[in-house]
């Protein structure tokens, strides 16, 4: 069984840093596109940030040139380093990987979600 593991959200002042961790486990053949959407309350959940295997990095609008997606394919692990924090960016932020397990099956794996709150 495959399980994506958010950490390192709470609650941090407008201006302040988090950096949040996705670690990828079970029976994982390889992992392809990597990425970390989030959802605000009453809102659809938006993609934040891709990052291929390649370590190619793309960037919604809202958060480029202050979030940095990074991963580890060792590891099976990505990051999302989150810097100049606005209230808008308050929601729950979900990893995402696409992969294919060690059945041959491909998998759009989800975590489980992890709370991020900026106070104003």
């Known amino acids: 069984q495959v399980q994506l593991v958010e950490s390192g959200g709470g609650l941090v002042q407008t201006g302040g840093s988090l950096r949040l961790s996705c670690a990828a486990s079970?029976?994982?053949?390889?992992?392809?596109?990597m990425a970390w959407y989030r959802q605000s309350t009453g809102d659809k959940r938006e993609l934040v940030a891709t990052?291929?295997?390649?370590?190619?990095?793309k960037y919604s609008d809202s958060v480029k040139d202050r979030f940095i997606i990074s991963r580890d394919n060792g590891k099976k692990m990505v990051w999302l380093q989150m810097n100049r924090l606005k209230p808008e960016d308050t929601a729950v932020y979900y990893c995402?990987?696409?992969?294919?397990?060690?059945?041959?099956?491909?998998?759009?794996?989800w975590g489980q979600g992890t709370l991020v709150t900026v106070s104003s």
């Open positions: 995402n990987a696409d992969l294919i397990q060690g059945t041959g099956g491909v998998l759009d794996a």
């Open positions: 079970g029976n994982i053949f390889d992992i392809n596109n």
């Open positions: 990052i291929t295997a390649g370590q190619t990095a």
